[in-house]
């Protein structure tokens, strides 16, 4: 076996991975070979923390031997379509999550599967893809390096926050869209309409996938708020995980109440279609009504008998002027009524 202090070779068997080490509360050191990590377990004054990203199967297992955890939790860290839980096991605690963000292009958000492994002195996170950023969640870790005396448990509240409060961003940047919707919503052009659709649309369908991480998050941050409440620093760590476990219930009261609101603007967007065709029906009848005093006019005067001015000037003149004053008159009462 290894000892820390030991040369070891660059060639681990745990490529991408990213680790740390703290002794007393104190960053001793990081990015070490992920096969000292058994050997920093047996003292008692470690806190480790792993990070593997993107690990194959061969990589799961040999993760599995090492820090002996439960082959169903293993099987769910690898799962991409595992649902948000917080299980717990005899030497550890299994959380499955999942960090959002919003997409750019046609990926209205993109939804990264982040889980993790904390046991009595250690903290291990295995990400599918790099879509988690591990850089804001090593400086929220430095700018509260005091509560890394409290051990895994000040890491892993440390990730949920983080995950939190993207919550919050992603929710915030679809609540600033759906104002600029509202915006041109009433915007009277075809292309406006179908605009408004088509994002209504994508939005609607995010903000369902989004409910679904967001809404389990609760129950998971219960569990680990119970868990840690019950810990040897229950005292030092409750005020974070209670405060972790608010900003959760606001994210989920947020996303419905988006969600209410984008159902309210499709139906309103519905709605306003049916009135623009309702005033095209009326343009068009009006307009209808108009043509045909022309056309009932010349037809009239069109028949071959005789008729006041019958092959006189004045009696072309007199058409005209019915033709003019009828359908002035009839344009007057359908502007009046608002029709055209």
């Given at each position: 076996?290894?000892?820390?202090?030991?040369?070891?070779?660059?060639?681990?068997?745990?490529?991408?991975?990213?680790?740390?080490?703290?002794?007393?509360?104190?960053?001793?050191?990081?990015?070490?070979?992920?096969?000292?990590?058994?050997?920093?377990l047996?003292?008692?004054?470690?806190?480790?923390w792993?990070?593997l990203?993107a690990?194959?199967?061969?990589?799961?297992?040999?993760?599995?031997?090492?820090?002996c955890?439960?082959?169903?939790?293993?099987?769910?860290?690898?799962s991409?379509?595992?649902?948000?839980?917080?299980?717990?096991?005899?030497?550890?605690?299994?959380?499955?999550?999942?960090?959002?963000?919003?997409?750019?292009?046609d990926?209205?958000?993109?939804?990264?599967?982040?889980?993790?492994?904390?046991?009595?002195?250690?903290?291990?996170?295995i990400?599918?893809?790099?879509?988690?950023?591990?850089?804001?969640?090593?400086?929220?870790?430095?700018?509260?390096?005091?509560?890394?005396?409290?051990?895994?448990?000040?890491?892993?509240?440390?990730?949920l926050?983080?995950i939190?409060?993207?919550?919050f961003?992603?929710?915030?940047?679809?609540?600033?869209?759906?104002?600029g919707?509202?915006?041109?919503?009433?915007?009277?052009?075809?292309?406006?309409?179908?605009?408004?659709?088509?994002?209504?649309?994508?939005?609607?369908?995010?903000l369902?996938?989004?409910r679904?991480?967001?809404?389990?998050?609760?129950?998971?941050?219960?569990?680990?708020?119970r868990?840690?409440?019950?810990?040897?620093?229950?005292?030092?760590?409750?005020?974070?995980?209670?405060?972790?476990y608010?900003?959760?219930?606001?994210?989920?009261?947020?996303?419905?109440?988006?969600?209410?609101m984008?159902?309210?603007?499709?139906?309103?967007?519905?709605?306003?279609?049916?009135?623009?065709?309702?005033?095209?029906?009326?343009?068009?009848?009006?307009?209808?009504?108009?043509?045909?005093?022309?056309?009932?006019?010349?037809?009239?005067?069109?028949?071959?008998?005789?008729?006041?001015?019958?092959?006189?000037?004045w009696g072309f003149?007199?058409?005209?002027?019915?033709?003019?004053?009828?359908?002035?008159?009839?344009?007057?009462?359908?502007?009046?009524?608002?029709w055209?």
């Amino acid at each position: 076996m290894l000892s820390p202090n030991d040369q070891v070779s660059e060639q681990t068997a745990f490529p991408g991975v990213r680790t740390r080490v703290w002794r007393n509360g104190v960053l001793e050191r990081e990015d070490f070979p992920f096969e000292l990590v058994s050997d920093y377990l047996e003292e008692p004054d470690c806190l480790v923390w792993a990070d593997l990203c993107a690990p194959d199967e061969q990589t799961l297992a040999q993760l599995a031997e090492e820090l002996c955890l439960d082959p169903h939790a293993v099987e769910d860290a690898a799962s991409p379509h595992e649902r948000p839980k917080a299980t717990r096991y005899a030497t550890h605690l299994f959380l499955s999550t999942y960090a959002l963000r919003a997409g750019t292009g046609d990926d209205v958000l993109d939804v990264t599967h982040v889980s993790a492994f904390c046991m009595a002195r250690a903290f291990v996170t295995i990400r599918l893809d790099d879509g988690f950023d591990l850089a804001p969640l090593l400086e929220r870790w430095d700018d509260n390096s005091d509560l890394m005396q409290y051990g895994p448990r000040a890491l892993e509240h440390g990730l949920l926050d983080l995950i939190v409060d993207q919550y919050f961003e992603a929710i915030q940047s679809f609540d600033e869209e759906i104002e600029g919707i509202e915006g041109a919503l009433f915007e009277d052009t075809t292309r406006s309409m179908k605009t408004v659709q088509v994002r209504t649309y994508e939005i609607r369908k995010a903000l369902v996938k989004a409910r679904r991480v967001i809404l389990p998050m609760r129950e998971v941050v219960n569990t680990v708020m119970r868990r840690a409440t019950t810990s040897d620093h229950a005292t030092e760590l409750t005020p974070y995980f209670e405060d972790l476990y608010d900003h959760v219930l606001r994210a989920a009261e947020w996303t419905e109440a988006l969600r209410d609101m984008v159902s309210s603007i499709f139906e309103t967007n519905m709605a306003l279609a049916d009135s623009r065709l309702n005033m095209i029906m009326k343009k068009l009848t009006s307009w209808a009504a108009i043509i045909a005093v022309p056309t009932a006019v010349t037809g009239y005067f069109g028949q071959n008998v005789p008729y006041p001015g019958f092959a006189d000037e004045w009696g072309f003149l007199l058409s005209v002027a019915l033709i003019v004053i009828i359908s002035g008159l009839l344009y007057l009462t359908f502007k009046r009524k608002e029709w055209l």
